[in-house]
């Protein structure tokens, strides 16, 4: 699902601002149209999670936690666990949110963070079988919005996989009907790292991690999300323009190389 979310009017000389500081290689936070915003993780602040991150994305601020309960398998998947993942944009983080439940925002956030997770084969699912088709582990992944600034999809993304990469868990054993766990914590067992990557086109001009004012002004979006060996495991448009092939294959070279740097910071952050 690609939704296009809808954003308050901005003022015309605003717009205008914002589109020509754009066009003529520059954006209204000094960045160039390649730099990301200034990126700060911090990682174990949810004391009953197993594990859990908070990112500081410029003045997007994201948290997620990461936690692992005993549950049933998919009936397609009884030889694999399970993974949920979940987004709350609250009002608190921006008058654009209203309380009630999942808006369309939400839905896609939490989705294009589950595709990263899920088709990059990040969590060993297999290994958090206790009984097939019968007992398996749980990963719950929610994601609270805090203060919304432009680009919470990477914000999430990083913020999610810095929670897993930190995670810790207790190892679980089936005997019998009850699942006993073994003292001393191990880590989640991840394969892959994935890294999503947004940009924007405003006008005829590509940019990397968009503000909220390029946003509002933004004639499309596209999130490439990049596996750690550099291939692409999931993508989602969202705005009504499109891209050229030739946009395409830059806006992918750029995400392979933001998509490396971006993830050494995560893992970084998450041995501590």
Known sequence: ?????QLPPVAKLEQKT??????NGKRIDDRTADSYRQLHIQVGLIEKANGSAQVHLGKSKVLVGVKVETGTPFPDT?????????AELGPLASPLFETGPPSEQAIELARVIDRGIRESKAVDMKSLVLLKGKKV???????????????LIDAASIAALAALASAKMLKAELKGDEVV????????????????????????????DPVLEEEQVMNARLTVTIE????ICAMQKGGLSGFTQDE??????????????NRAKILAAAKG
Do not use: R, W
């Open 1 to 5: 699902m690609s939704f296009t979310p």
């Open 137 to 151: 582990q749980v990963v719950f992944v929610d994601i609270y919005i805090l203060d919304h600034d432009g680009n």
């Open 181 to 208: 766990y073994k003292p001393g914590l191990h880590s989640l067992p991840l394969n892959n790292h994935p890294v999503a990557v947004t940009f924007a086109k405003v006008g005829k001009t590509i940019v990397v």
């Open 78 to 86: 009884p030889d694999e666990g399970v993974l949920t993942v979940n």
């Open 248 to 261: 395409l294959k830059t806006v992918v070279h750029l995400a392979v190389q933001k998509a490396a740097e």
């Open 228 to 231: 750690k060996n550099g291939n």
């Open 18 to 23: 914002v589109v020509d500081l754009v066009a």
